[in-house]
């Protein structure tokens, strides 16, 4: 997780990024409280904390994107690309982003009108 204490921008700006790492950090802690600790089984311990540095649904810090809003994100950017900067249709999107993880086209409709994107 990045610093956000070397994030530039407004004073507001700075207070999101600081809040986005509050919460990412207590919903962590929460997860690492509730895990019911063997300290014999270090193999499983290991692998319950890694998958907990791997939540795809915590926001990043530094614009408040989860993983799967900015691979979203980026495959709408370089489909458009592809495209010589023309609309992408959503179906096309969604196929695309279907590659790297799976996404319901009602999901992936919502996640576009969150992050802004027009019709």
């Known amino acids: 997780m990045p610093d956000p204490a070397s ?5 507001a700006e700075k207070r999101m990024t600081f809040r986005t790492a509050f919460e990412a950090l207590e919903e962590r802690i929460k997860l690492l409280m509730g ?6 089984d270090r193999a499983r311990l290991q692998e319950r904390l890694s998958a907990i540095g791997r939540i795809e649904n915590l926001p990043d810090v530094r614009d408040g994107l989860n993983r799967r809003e900015r691979t979203v994100l980026y495959v709408l950017h370089e489909t ?6 023309r609309n992408v249709p959503t179906v ?20 576009l009108a969150r992050l802004g994107a027009r019709r």
């Open 7 to 11: 994030v530039a921008g407004s004073d």
């Open 80 to 85: 458009q690309k592809e495209r010589g900067d």
């Open 92 to 111: 096309m999107l969604w196929g695309r982003v279907c590659e790297y993880f799976y996404i319901s086209p009602e999901e992936l409709t919502e996640m």
């Open 35 to 40: 895990l019911a600790l063997d300290l014999r």
